[in-house]
């Protein structure tokens, strides 16, 4: 009777299910992205009929199917999980399988940092168990009740066979991928009164008679079970010594005896089948009483500790500790940052005097240089070799985890051995663009100087033209490595005269530059008497404005600038004394055609809008186009909408969910890196802007872009909503956000308010926020200019955004970063805010500036990436001071607003220190750029001093 009713329930448990039901969030749901690329091997093979789920705190964060799977990379899934960085930074984000109706929780985990994770592709393996095994018989020797964890003695076999053709391999339950409800059985005639399950615990009540007691278990997701025997004893076996051997040990203040396996291995509690086998640490005499505490130590030296028997105390032995002091710090005390040095210097020799190692009484203060791999050829053994930017790691000999880095710069100036010009042109002219101070720098390139050599110098003009013919030398000098220069001989003959392309390609996203020719009768040639005329094809160009074209100083009118306001089809006409000249095809009139191109920053981060289509695969729909990843410095390397990814991985290229690039996706954050920085371009292959497209506004972060033709200030924009909408019925809601890569804007209630200097440009991206649940209104960027103030318009933007950076004292480069974020904040008690500009930072380095908008508020835009603190410093613009303010802020999507801004302090006085800088602790100096110095010489400088419990800042004048 017993058999059939336990076959009977069985039957019944084995009808269950357990099925899956993830939901990702939406995608305003966060701010953040954490871009992860997988692939699932299901016993050993790629899938591509599984489900993938991301999870943080047990929150479905992603979740992506065989849909979301690109070309050419089966068994990959792209999974866009959401976060936030403020509250999700660097927690653990996990993942779950669904297979055949199965979950298996993934062992591997890896953090959330709001960046396109490394490890590409990230391998999930899963294994599918075919039974299951109990160990038989289960023995349980303990004092009773004993509570016990049966994970150990549950197996599942796989198909794995050994040589005789036996299914050998079984996991244990503990190690097990397998998420699924468990089912226990058993004899319910004679094992109530000795066990008690509740999931994988098991409580043994008492000992078993001769009748031992019967448990089964049973997994309906699999329909697998097994069954065994459980007896039951009761020993209790005391401690009778305690010893180590060896009983001395080294340790630092950083470790924990309870924590150091040599310790427990050394340790040796008798009888060995004592039944309370635990002993505790126990200070043995004054000195470790002193400085031991749950294991550790706070202070060096040499202590006696008992370990001593938990079963009983009067048990113990005594262990000798030997505590060591660590270098817990190494760091580069050199004001610049940087090292500058050309070949044959020596980099270590010139580095090692500015390294401190701390403590000052660490036990090993030694330490020693990493030269990169990439820069194993240019630096060898110290020995400077090859022109680069390299960062060195320096690190402690004692522990190679205690580092710091260092940018060292080779030098290099490349230039032409020899050059021929002709009298009257201009040397600087002809050897612009061959001349390289190596290494090449696009975000901060290295500068030089071009000059005759000093018995050279008569027969060159001031400008660089050439007076006479003969042979000369030239000399080019890095401007920031004097150390490094190049010889150019220079011969110079009898002119010729005038030629100029017969067609131009450009867009109104950059300027382009015509170059006129010198074909013959250069001698006689006058600049003045040269001229440039602009045509048109279209009557919107009329319209909207023709081209200009602005010669290059220095170039004797034979190099012009053009900018184009508008896309279309124009010409050019060069005039010489009044004669039309003729191009190079023998034409005078010389063909531009200027489309609706979107520029993205070369090498770093961009938000970019796209007012047409570009598709990124080839017709036949089967790879990506070429010129995506041409080789690995000549690529797009991360590419994001709002609902979409792609990434092209240098070791399995580009793979992801997006194909083509249209308006309607808003907004596109891309980094790429090309040799020509031109490459950097979509093309929608249209002369003028069309089809103009909004996105959707939502409760939380919207992707948009902005899709008018010219550019847009805040002012203009303020004054288009309110001939527009004069009922106020514009759809803003107050707290909204517009957010730039480099500024952000606010709405009030009324207006929009923004940080200085920001703007709404052509073919650039932003994310909109807002919380308001009003569901998708709308933005409205139609916005139309009154000709001819367009170009007027446009031109005091972009001149006045160039005015503002150029005066900024805060200097900083946003493409570094694939985010921008957004702080209101206010000064508390600052007189006069209008005086300061702030200045934000991560370490010394400058991450971004604002200044006062209204009523003491301040816009800051920062850029940055999750997990990096931010701080501020105050400039007073009157008095050329500097201030540190007190508070520091986590890098994350957004902070205050106008309404309830962020409070900062700041310790502000004024004087001159006189007696005072003797009688306090001066904490830093500040130079009058707000650069912090080691010393003060003659000059102004800012000096941060406490007097006892009190931080002042004054400034000083030596």
């Known amino acids: 009777m017993k058999k059939f009713l336990l076959s009977a329930m069985l039957l019944l448990l084995g009808t269950g299910s357990w099925a899956q039901n993830w939901v990702a969030p939406s995608e305003t749901d966060y701010p953040s ?29 992603a979740v992506a199917e065989s849909s979301n799977i690109t070309i050419g990379n089966e068994g990959m899934y792209a999974l866009r999980v959401m976060g936030d960085n403020a509250t999700d930074l660097n927690k653990d984000i996990t993942f779950k399988v669904s297979y055949a109706g199965i979950v298996y929780v993934m062992t591997k985990t890896i953090p959330f940092t709001g960046e396109t994770y490394g490890e590409i592709p990230l391998e999930l393996n899963v294994d599918c168990p075919t039974g299951i095994a109990l160990t038989d018989p289960l023995n349980i020797e303990a ?18 066979m050994d040589a005789s053709g036996a299914p050998v391999s079984y996991t244990p339950l503990g190690q097990s991928t397998i998420e699924t409800a468990l089912t226990y059985e058993w004899d319910f005639a004679n094992s109530a009164s000795y066990l008690s399950v509740e999931g994988t615990k098991l409580t043994a009540l008492q000992a078993t008679d001769e009748n031992s007691a019967y448990l089964g278990l049973y997994i309906p997701e699999l329909g697998i079970r097994g069954f065994t025997n459980v007896f039951i004893s009761e020993p209790v076996i005391p401690v009778e010594s305690i010893t180590a051997n060896p009983n001395t040990f080294t340790m630092t203040i950083h470790d924990n005896l309870y924590e150091m396996p040599e310790v427990h291995n050394a340790i040796q509690v008798l009888p060995e089948d004592a039944s309370n086998k635990a002993y505790r640490f126990v200070a043995a005499d004054d000195a470790a009483t002193a400085v031991f505490e749950g294991g550790s130590f706070s202070e060096g030296g040499t202590y006696n500790i008992n370990i001593v028997s938990e079963a009983d105390e ?31 210097e020596n980099i270590f020799d010139l580095i090692r005097p500015y390294v401190t190692v701390a403590p000052s009484n660490a036990t090993n203060p030694n330490f020693s240089f990493v030269v990169p791999d990439e820069a194993s050829d240019a630096i060898v053994d110290g020995e400077a070799n090859q022109p680069g930017i390299y960062t060195l790691q ?14 060292v710069v080779i030098n290099e100036v490349e230039a032409p051995e020899v050059i021929e010009m002709k009298i009257g042109e201009n040397y600087k002219t002809l050897l612009d663009g061959q001349i390289t101070v190596l290494p090449e720098s696009p975000n901060a390139p290295f500068t030089y100087t071009l000059a005759p050599a000093d018995d050279h110098v008569s027969a060159f003009d001031e400008n660089g033209n050439a007076l006479e013919a003969g042979n000369y030398l030239l000399i080019a000098t890095c401007v920031e490595n004097p150390k490094a220069f190049a010889e150019i001989i220079v011969q110079v003959s009898e002119p010729v005269v005038i030629s100029f392309p017969s067609m131009i390609e450009m867009s109104t996203i950059r300027d382009n530059e015509l170059v006129l020719t010198i074909e013959s009768g250069e001698a006689s040639f006058d600049p003045n008497l040269l001229e440039i005329e602009f045509s048109s094809f279209s009557d919107m160009a009329f319209m909207l404005g023709l081209p200009t074209a602005t010669p290059v100083e220095d170039t004797n009118n034979l190099k012009w600038t053009l900018r184009a306001h508008t896309c279309g089809l124009y010409g050019i006409l060069v005039k010489y004394d009044g004669e039309y000249m003729k191009n190079t095809d023998d034409y005078e009139m010389t063909e531009v055609e200027v489309t609706a191109e979107v520029a993205f920053n070369n090498d770093g981060w961009d938000w970019i809008y796209v007012p047409g289509y570009v598709s990124l695969i080839n017709e036949d729909g089967q790879s990506y186009l070429a010129w995506l990843n041409q080789d690995i410095d000549n690529r797009i390397i991360d590419l994001r909408s709002q609902s979409g990814l792609l990434y092209n991985d240098a070791n399995f290229g580009l793979f992801g969910d997006i194909t083509e690039l249209t308006n309607n996706d808003g907004m596109y954050k891309i980094k790429a890196k090309y040799a020509n920085a031109e490459d950097a371009v979509f093309d929608t292959g249209n ?27 805040i002012p203009d924009y303020n004054r288009y909503i309110e001939e527009s909408y004069p009922d106020g019925g514009y759809f803003a809601a107050v707290g909204d956000q517009i957010i730039g890569k480099d500024g952000f804007a606010e709405f009030d209630g009324s207006a929009w308010i923004s940080s200085e200097g920001f703007y709404l440009q052509k073919g650039k991206g932003y994310l909109y926020y807002t919380e308001s649940e009003e569901e998708e209104r709308d933005i409205d960027f139609g916005f139309q200019p009154i000709v001819p103030e367009t170009q007027k318009r446009n031109l005091q933007a972009r001149t006045r955004a160039a005015q503002l950076k150029q005066e900024c004292v805060w200097k900083y480069d946003a493409r570094a970063f694939a985010d921008n974020m957004a702080i209101v904040a206010t000064i ?20 971004g500036a604002g200044s006062m908008v209204k009523d ?62 003797a009688n306090g602790e001066i904490e830093a100096i500040y130079d009058a750029s707000g650069r912090r110095v080691n010393e003060m010489t003659n000059g102004t400088y800012i000096v941060k001093l406490r007097q006892g419990n009190k931080v002042i800042t004054q400034k000083v004048i030596r």
């Open 143 to 160: 004092k009773l009740p004993y509570n016990y964890d049966l994970s150990n003695d549950i197996s599942f076999v796989y198909e794995t």
């Open 314 to 344: 009067n048990i113990f032995t005594t262990i000798t500790v030997t505590v060591t002091v660590p270098v817990e710090d190494i760091s580069l005390n050199s004001p610049s940052g940087r090292f500058f040095a050309v070949r044959g």
């Open 33 to 61: 992205e954490n871009p992860v690329y997988v692939r699932v091997n299901i016993n050993g093979t790629p899938q591509l009929k599984a489900t993938v789920a991301a999870f943080i705190d047990n929150s479905c964060r």
């Open 828 to 847: 508390a008690n600052l007189e006069n805010p209008e005086m300061y500009t702030i200045g934000a930072f991560v370490g010394e380095e400058c991450r």
């Open 394 to 407: 320096i690190v402690a000999d004692e522990n190679n985890e205690i580092m710091t880095s260092v940018e």
């Open 856 to 917: 003491g508020r301040m816009m800051i835009s920062v850029a940055g990436k999750a997990g990096e603190v931010v701080r501020f410093r105050l400039h007073n613009t009157e008095t050329d001071e500097y201030f540190d303010i007190n508070e520091t802020v986590n890098y994350a999507g957004r902070l205050g607003s106008l309404q309830q801004p962020l409070t900062l302090s700041a310790d502000i006085a004024t004087g001159i220190i006189g007696a005072e800088l």
């Open 687 to 713: 002369t003028y802007w069309e089809n103009y497209s909004s996105k959707p506004i939502v409760k939380g972060y919207t992707w948009v872009g902005y899709y008018n033709e010219w550019d847009l200030n």
